[in-house]
């Protein structure tokens, strides 16, 4: 009993606050977003938040006090405290706020009109990593993680008129979260993507889900929820160009499934064609772009709609071209991904974490096949109940956020996690529920080289059997091991999957010239890319790559004077977006394989 209540306790900031279900397609919904100038007070002590007891103050900066008579004593004022444009990260906003780790309080008045009969949430695409949020002064619900969306009903506290929303943003590291106090790019705090203020019917489609049958293709199925358990409600599905218009009924559960014969065109890098998918319900009509494939591996290979393909990918963290910070909007994502379509990628994986939902739709418009993963890196927590709950939510709205992307394409549930038993058993779960949730995709996860003996090295692993492709990330040439010695390195990858690269690379400063046994020089990188690939191409069961990484990012590990300075640079692109050497290297050897696998 008692040790069912410490669980209990442990688990409260995640059943307490248990989240709200995801709104699906928000901006195929009637909103507006509020986007632009907030006001913000920095607040170290969290002073806003506790009383000098360290108790939870009840009149803490949420309520927005002003004082009220020139003997009133009022200790902080948002009218008068300065602006920052959201979305962003406050880290590339204010230099005061470059290494801050710590709580900043943001405040937005606006206006609204309400109208009967319809239902009001604010959304937010994300905010890391603890954000707590009031309304007109009144809490209306708590978010942790940095990367996934959340929304909260606010139909009974938003009033007609003015208003003001108050988040409480913390990114403070702590030790049992998820991504934990380690991780090799910048902690960048802030409400770092858009809010919106999102109207609905009473009674609305607040899910669907809509794709081919797996493994067929002349068979279109899927799901609709409603946001309560109403009998009876119909929902129109129409797919105009494909001359689809079907009633759906929901059952007692506010649910309803489809299964309509139908044999679209598909989406593949090459075609990526998406079709108008409409789900009317209520007066609301919620539009969506959809697009239809099927992805499966057999023995050592990945098919794409039945066709063998290599996946030519790139790794890409969410930060922004050129300025830094996180990146969030469609030009942002349409820059970086512009670079991976010319360097020949029909694929990317989106490290570390979930990236913004422009990143995979643009990705899904220009063809680009997607790795998403959740940012279960390193040395996590694995005998925490609570942290493995934080994981499960996030990989749980990951999924549901993106779903529909048929861009998707492996869904990654950890990077370079230490073996242990308490490690198989947390990701085992992982692996499981994603499966559960969704068996149309790909499970992968980024493993590391297990065994390095002279000329050979292996990969073994027992999530192997968790997983689709045995991804692995292999710094051999950088990190340890020899650039000569990659010409005649053998692999023992004893399982009959595909396997996957997920990450390989050097740090090279864009500028910097030598030999080619020179660290930091380009032309060590681009030798190191050369015989990296030429050595996997060599393995049997060699199915794609995503080297690390795109563009140089900010993170606070790398401190070498004068060739890092808090820059990671192994990007293949320099934060200014010029080109290294190994760009060039890679283009080439994708021209290759994308004439192979014609
Ligand atoms: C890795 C990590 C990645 C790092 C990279 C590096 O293995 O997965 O997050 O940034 O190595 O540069 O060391």
Known sequence: MKKLAVFALLLLPFIGLAQESLIQNVNGRNHFKLNGSWNYIIDPFDNGYYDYRLNENPNGFFKNRKAKNKSDLVEYNFDTSPLMVIPSDWNTKNG??????????????????????????????????????????????????????????ITNKVKDGDNFLIVRVNNERIPEGVPTINADWWNYGGITREVLIVDVPEVFVEDYLIQLEKGKYDRIVGNVKLNEKVKGEEVILTIPELDIEEKLTTDENGYATFSIKAKPELWSPENPKLYEVVFTANGEEVKDQIGFKNIETRGKAIYLNDEQVFLRGICIHEEAPFRQGRAWNADDAKVLLGWAKDLGCNFVRLAHYPHNEYMVREAEKMGI????????????????????????????????????????????IANETPHSEARDIFLGKLASFAREKDNTRLISMAMEVTGQGNNLSKVEDNMNKYVDIISFNSYHGWYGGTIEDLAKRQWEIPYDKPFFISEFGAGALQGKHGDNDEKWTEEYQARLYKETLAMFNKVDGFAGTSPWILV??????????????????????????????????????YKKKAAEYK
């Open 552 to 589: 140089d990012f900010y993170s606070p590990r790398r401190q070498l004077n004068g060739i890092q300075d808090f820059f990671n640079r192994k990007g293949i692109i320099s934060n200014n977006g010029v080109k290294k050497k190994a760009y060039f290297e890679l283009q080439d050897f």
């Open 96 to 153: 005061q706020l470059f290494f801050y780790e710590g709580s900043v309080w943001f405040k937005k008045d606006f206006n609204y009109a309400k109208k009967a009969g319809q239902k009001t949430f604010v959304y937010f695409g994300a905010v890391n990593y603890d954000a707590k949020v009031y309304l007109n002064g009144e809490k209306i619900g708590e978010h942790i993680g940095g990367f996934t969306p959340f929304n909260f009903d």
């Open 369 to 412: 096949m997607v790795w998403s993963e959740i940012p279960v890196y390193w040395t996590i927590h694995w005998n925490n109940e609570a942290t493995y709950a934080n994981a499960q939510q996030q990989l749980s709205d990951m999924i549901d956020r993106d779903k529909n992307r048929c861009a998707i394409s492996v869904w990654s």
